[in-house]
């Protein structure tokens, strides 16, 4: 048992020996090429606007933006707390005829 | 072409210079990270980092070793940085599955098969490369340096750049736990 396990264990040993190199693919050169110049392109064009210099200032004017809409939007709701008093006041309807509308 | 051409070459950024780099070490790069990373799908892009890297970071080269021993070492590194990449989602996935979220574990490569190895050995080599890949990095690259890429103990010293005998222990070493495993292996096949 002992034995064939042994043997078993050395001919697994040896079973790389008569490896041969494996060929590289086909066009590896030419994919190397196209996948450098592919990387170069983001290099060039994407990577520059992820510098602090450029990500932290429009970081800021989009969180600036928001707050400026987020305040409009709140003086807008007060502004518009009685849609009917709006309408009345804008299209002068209140006091011409002596009547009310509602 | 010589190595001191391509070098000077490649610091001009000479096409014909890197081509002709390619050229020359795609085979040995390619074979390198085959044999450690285990992964033939992602064998190639792995080799086409090795280059990319050669060719960004060839001014950092001092010349303290031969120029294929650099290589050699960028591509071990590649072929290592990969494995630890795996090993952290591998790991990344055992966790997530653990809280419940039906994550695939990551593959292991438990059936790689080398695309050298001669037909009589691969069911033998597949189990020989299922055991290398549970050694600990050092010996594993010294192992598949020295008994694949056919590296002798001086150019894997300036690989991994350890002195002679640690090499010649690392693989000793190497030899001794894949004897263990493989015993163990075996042993269980037997039992059956």
Known sequence: MTDRIENEVNRTLE???????????????????????????????????????????????????????????????????????????????????????? | MEDKLLIEGLVERKEE????????????????????SQQTEEAEDLAQEVFMEIFESIHKYRGESSLSTWIYRIATNKALEFIRKKKAQKRFAFVKSLFGQNDEIVHQSIDFEHPGILLENKERAKVLFSKIEQLAENQK??????????????EIAGVMKLSKSSVESLIFRAKQNLRKSLEHFYKNEYDR
């Open chain 1, 15 to 102: 079973s790389i020996s008569g490896l041969k190199k494996a060929d590289s693919p086909d066009f590896f050169y030419t994919r190397l090429r196209a996948r450098m110049q592919r990387e170069s392109n983001v290099e060039k064009y994407i990577k520059p606007m992820l510098r602090p210099a450029i990500l932290y200032p429009a970081f800021s004017v989009i969180i600036l933006l928001n707050i400026l809409t987020f305040n409009k939007l709140i003086k807008s709701k007060n502004s518009n707390s009685n849609p009917i008093e709006n309408i009345k006041n804008d299209y002068n309807l209140t006091n011409s005829y002596g009547i009310e509308l509602y």
């Open chain 2, 17 to 36: 210079s890197f081509s002709a780099l390619v050229l020359q070490y795609q085979r040995r790069v390619y074979n390198t990270v085959l044999s450690i």
């Open chain 2, 141 to 154: 690259v010294a192992y598949c340096l020295h008994n694949l890429e056919g590296l002798s103990y001086e």
